[in-house]
């Protein structure tokens, strides 16, 4: 049985200007110990559909199984004890910790919060973690204001991680940091990975942070996952014709264009085009794609694509994928 | 690899040139500014032996109080406040027994009478023993109500910006239903009802000065309830209570310290109003009534009611300072642009 299983799920938000479906009838599972990669450009409902899981923004329809049980429409009450298992990564480092307090201060309150009886119990776990997330142990005594960007966001992963969670959501954790720190905080999440057995949700709108550790790939495009594969799979097959777009952005001087590069902005979640909701920016569209929208089907073992041409577009472009030459 | 030597100043302790089996290229270390320096778990620990932290501190911000005291106006505001309370404090050594006890002849103008050096009122009571016992009473309904309206405030307000919802709809109502009662009226038929003590003046005026604060309040924990670190805190499976009074409340400090000077403030006035309608506590003295008894004697002994008024004058300003300063002092970005 999967550690997450996720089918149907719909997010809405009531705004002035009528409802926006952010997250609109997803379906999707996490193995124990799998790092998913959720892509998508900004507004697609990548990060809601993140903070749905965590339950941080309450689902309007559909399931989410948490190893077992359902979760989506659980009491504060009730989900206190799935959130130590459920943990989030947050993608601003600033603001997502507590000006005013130390960071002992954040990392022993959701020890007290769940239970651990000790203070000098609470103390120790967070020196364990500072000092394992490679933070020096005079880190317990100081605020935030006195870190740096990537150094914050190491105390983020800590806090994530002091509960020993199952399932990680990290919501963008490296966007708003430097290239040079992004890496590190990326190999800390890989090596916390491997020695906690963790699994990630890892959302970003950049598919070069998430080739990197990223067992499978998933695309969303307007609160629909419309492309699903492993990673080698949707690198060297990618199917759908958003898919090859967002590969095709990827900069690299080795590789020629071979996608059409992708025109327009993302329509309005309020107001969802009929038909396939990629139809007024696909090069490929036809009259069936104004008319039908296209379920995510499997084309072949592993990989689900939601497009009505994903077989004669494959076809069409060869079996040059877009960014053959770039992998690793 | 960043050149330590460089960068750190000298702060940055020695460092492992490569981090083993790193899955990511080499670009692993921090880049590093001239004030704060990355410092991985191996680097602070070399052979076993502790080094010294490679995390510098920043420079630090000076206390809000030294910032205050760098603020003439806030420094002679608290020379002031300073002087009221060690004279209310000191006011049962100096002027032992009852202020409104008879204590000389009547109608001693100020500074005829070493023993009276501010003269004494129709009754022949000492005006400077009533102004130091007064500025005891006056400090404390002053304090105390304002206490009282903060408290009152910074409930119902942070629960109204918490919540938000129909909660929210319905305390913000409740809110506007005090502020659409004239304040003073609705003291004063309190006070009336009540008879005039100085529990029940902290009560009244205390509850006539909450929705100031409850508006501050909510404005604050409506913009914080969305922060990531509050989310975060969600996300961990944090109480409402311990969200609203240990994540939130003490991010919205400032502005609530700072209307509370100003809220002694108006407190100190507001009581000083009542007393001089004659809604003081009988037997206590504060500048108010000290005022008030003076009143009808205006014209020939103008003393009576100059001598407390200054000192309410002064205390009241003496708060204002300080509430200006400590404007200044908790949100610099707010002075600079001044």
């Known amino acids: 049985m999967s550690l997450l299983q996720v089918s149907g799920l719909h997010t809405r ?28 450009e900004s507004g697609c409902g990548k990060s809601t559909l993140g903070k749905t899981l965590v339950g941080l923004v309450p689902a309007s329809e559909g399931e989410v199984t948490f190893d077992g049980a359902e979760i989506s429409h659980l009491s504060p009450a009730a989900l206190k004890p799935v959130r130590r298992r459920l943990q989030m990564i947050f993608q601003d480092p600033f ?69 020993a969670p199952q399932l990680v959501v990290c919501d963008e954790p490296v966007s708003a940091l430097d290239l040079s720190i992004q890496a590190q ?108 929208d296209p379920a995510l089907r499997s084309v072949e073992p592993g990989h689900e694509v939601a497009c009505h041409h994903a077989e004669a577009i494959f076809a069409a472009a060869g079996a040059t994928p877009p960014g053959a030459a770039t992998v690793h | 690899m960043v050149d330590t030597s460089l960068a750190g100043g000298g702060l940055a302790a020695a460092r492992p040139d490569q981090r083993p089996n790193a899955p990511v290229g080499s670009a692993d270390r921090e880049g590093s500014g001239p004030v704060l320096q990355i410092a991985s778990a191996q680097a602070a620990r070399v052979g076993g032996r502790e080094v010294p932290s490679a995390v510098a501190r920043p420079i630090a911000r000076p206390g809000t109080l030294r910032i205050l005291l760098r603020n003439p106006a806030a420094a002679v505001g608290l020379a002031i406040l300073f002087t009221v309370a060690v004279v209310a404090l000191l006011a049962p050594l100096v002027f032992p027994g009852d202020p409104l006890d008879i204590a000389g002849p009547a109608l001693l103008r100020p500074g005829t009478n070493a023993a009276f050096p501010f003269g004494t009122d129709s009754l022949g009571r000492n005006v400077a ?36 919802g129909r909660l929210d709809d319905l305390l913000v109502k409740l809110t506007e239903i005090f502020q659409t009662v004239p304040p003073f009226v609705l003291m004063i038929v309190l006070v009336a009802i009540f008879q005039p003590t100085v529990p029940t003046i902290i009560t009244a005026i205390g509850i006539v000065s909450w929705p100031g604060v409850a508006r501050v309040v909510r404005a604050e924990f409506r913009s914080l309830r969305n922060k990531d670190f509050v989310v975060a805190a969600r996300g961990l499976g944090f109480g409402h209570r311990r969200i609203i009074f240990r994540e939130i409340l003490p991010n919205a400090l400032p502005p609530i310290i700072v209307t509370a000077s100003v809220m002694v403030a108006g407190a100190i006035l507001a009581e000083s109003a009542m007393s001089f309608l004659g809604l003081s506590d009988a037997n206590a003295v504060s500048w108010g009534s000290m005022i008030g008894m003076g009143r009808e004697q205006i014209r020939t002994a103008w003393y009576l009611t100059a001598i407390p008024g200054i000192a309410i004058v002064l205390t009241v300003l003496a708060l204002n300072l300080i509430g200006d300063g400590l404007n200044d002092a908790l949100n610099p970005r707010l002075s600079r642009s001044r």
């Open chain 1, 95 to 163: 603001g997502s910790l507590n000006p005013r307090q130390s960071i002992g201060q954040i990392l022993t309150a959701p020890l007290a919060v769940h239970g651990v009886r000790s203070a000098a119990e609470r103390r120790a776990q967070a020196l364990a973690m500072v000092r394992r997330v490679g933070l020096p142990d005079d880190t317990l005594q100081r605020f935030p204001h006195e870190f740096s960007g990537g150094q914050r966001q190491r105390i983020g992963v800590a806090r994530a991680l002091i509960l």
């Open chain 2, 129 to 164: 023993a009533g102004l130091a016992h007064g500025a005891r009473i006056t400090l404390t309904i002053g304090l105390a109500a304002a206490g009282l309206g903060l408290l009152i405030g910074v409930l119902v307000g942070s629960v109204a910006g918490y919540f938000g």
């Open chain 1, 13 to 40: 938000y009531e705004t002035n200007d009528g409802v926006l479906r952010a997250v609109d009838g997803v379906s999707f599972a996490i193995e124990a110990g799998e790092t998913v990669g959720l892509v998508g």
């Open chain 1, 185 to 292: 905080i990326l190999n800390l999440l890989v090596e916390m990975k491997s020695e906690l057995d963790l699994a990630y949700l890892f959302v970003s709108h950049d598919l070069s942070v998430v080739r990197y550790f990223a067992d499978r790939v998933l695309v969303m495009y307007l609160g629909r996952i419309v492309e699903s594969a492993t990673y080698d799979t949707i690198w060297s097959r990618p199917r759908h014709p958003y898919t090859r777009a967002l590969m095709e952005a990827v900069p690299d001087p080795l590789r020629r264009r071979t996608a059409a590069p992708l025109s327009g902005d993302l329509p309005s979640a309020r107001n969802v085009p009929s038909g396939c909701r990629f139809h007024p920016r696909c090069p490929f569209a036809t009259d069936l794609c104004r008319s039908a």
